[in-house]
């Protein structure tokens, strides 16, 4: 199973390095990436919760900084911008740059959670 937040690090990816060629304009780059701001953030609390029920301390832990870091990302938009991803400020200080980094360190975390999920779901196959 892929995880939301993978395909979404993924999409972002491709839509800033559309944006930071010149395929594609700002504003029509932030609606987009603006959309998946708020699927992102439920499916990372979801399974964060779900790991929490589940009593998987270890991936809880793992995946407890991340919802953190994405709530903290939606609340902090300034007022008046469109979204975490804003058209006039998205070249402005080197936003577009550090919107790369980051979607670059989510999608390295989620293959490393992919990993650490399969090897648990080998392993509780294995032991039963």
Same mark, same amino acid.
């Given at each position: 199973?892929?995880?939301?937040?993978?395909?979404?690090?993924?999409?972002?990816?491709?839509?800033?390095?559309?944006?930071?060629?010149?395929?594609?304009?700002?504003?029509?780059?932030?609606?987009?990436?603006?959309?998946?701001?708020?699927? +992102? %953030?439920?499916?990372?609390?979801?399974?964060?919760?779900? *790991?929490?029920? =589940? !009593?998987?301390?270890?991936?809880?832990? $793992?995946?407890?900084?991340?919802?953190?870091?994405?709530?903290?990302?939606?609340?902090?938009?300034?007022?008046?911008?469109?979204?975490?991803?804003?058209?006039? +400020? %998205?070249?402005?200080?080197?936003?577009?740059?550090?919107? *790369?980094?980051? =979607? !670059?360190?989510?999608?390295?975390?989620? $293959?490393?959670?992919?990993?650490?999920?399969?090897?648990?779901?080998?392993?509780?196959?294995?032991?039963?």
């Amino acid at each position: 199973m892929i995880s939301p937040g993978a395909v979404a690090a993924g999409r972002l990816i491709i839509t800033l390095s559309d944006l930071e060629c010149d395929y594609i304009n700002a504003r029509a780059c932030c609606s987009k990436l603006n959309k998946w701001v708020i699927p +992102e %953030i439920v499916g990372q609390c979801l399974s964060t919760v779900l *790991m929490l029920v =589940s !009593m998987h301390w270890f991936i809880f832990l $793992l995946n407890l900084p991340v919802a953190a870091w994405d709530i903290y990302r939606s609340i902090k938009v300034p007022m008046g911008n469109m979204g975490v991803f804003d058209p006039t +400020e %998205i070249h402005n200080r080197g936003q577009l740059k550090s919107h *790369m980094k980051e =979607s !670059m360190i989510k999608l390295g975390y989620h $293959l490393l959670c992919f990993f650490i999920y399969l090897y648990s779901m080998i392993l509780a196959l294995i032991n039963d």
